[in-house]
């Protein structure tokens, strides 16, 4: 079926270590998003991309980078984890000039940095 | 400055009554749109209802309903005839295009709806 896959689902890291989230779209999308989800904060912007090759920072992107080298791949990557990023991560496209589009999210990454 | 601005935490609700969820938002920019989405306990997002800045009338999907104050800078979902499958977490969601032609959406905090039987 079409959609974002996110991998992985859930994943359990020590402190200091790093690691990348993979983010896929068979949608042809132009536009990609990485979301953090934190209880009583909603979703909060980490990054986006508005095409291959571009990124931009969101709302909290401290300590996370992104790649988009491909159009249909957007990696969130952790330097060095910290308990903080503790989180669940969503990862959402959505095409370009389609005002009602109701954007396409991953099912999440269940991040613990222990 | 909070853009995007849903008051109630938590809400309890019987079944088979309609319900309003509050989303209140700040923007300056003309073309703007608004967005609810549904996260139920296995946490996917879904999609429920959009309403854009220049639509005259309030846009409806189903049972939802967007009741859309632009001078208020309000979008309230209103779901009637509740069923216990409502309950969840619902948020509300601004899109903003910046001069860059970039686009973002910014979520309120959520609203944890519960349906009573």
């Known amino acids: 079926n079409a959609g974002v896959t996110q991998t992985p689902k859930f994943r359990v890291l020590k402190t200091g270590q790093s690691m990348t989230l993979l983010c896929a779209q068979d949608m042809n999308h132009e536009y990609m998003y990485w979301y953090r989800q934190d209880p009583g904060m909603g979703l909060r912007l980490i990054h986006y991309s508005v095409g291959e090759g571009t990124t931009a920072k969101g709302e909290v992107p401290d300590g996370y980078n992104v790649s988009r080298l491909k159009k249909q791949n957007f990696l969130l990557g952790l330097e060095s984890a910290a308990p903080s990023q503790t989180s669940v991560y969503f990862c959402a496209s959505s095409p370009f000039g389609l005002r009602d589009y109701g954007y396409t999210f991953g099912s999440g990454t269940r991040l613990t940095v222990v | 400055a909070q853009k995007i601005t849903q008051t109630q935490p938590g809400m309890f609700v019987q079944e088979k009554e309609a319900v309003t969820l509050d989303c209140t938002y700040d923007t300056s920019d003309p073309s703007y749109g608004l967005f609810w989405y549904k996260q139920p306990s296995s946490g996917e997002m879904i999609f429920l209802i959009y309403?854009?800045?220049?639509?005259?009338q309030n846009a409806t999907e189903g049972r939802y309903s967007l009741n859309f104050q632009k001078a208020r800078k309000s979008a309230n979902l209103v779901i009637s005839a509740s069923q216990l499958g409502d309950s969840a977490m619902y948020f509300c969601a601004m899109r903003e295009v910046s001069n860059f032609g970039n686009e973002k959406l910014t979520f309120g905090t959520g609203t944890r709806l519960t349906i009573i039987p």
């Open positions: 309403q854009g800045s220049y639509d005259q």
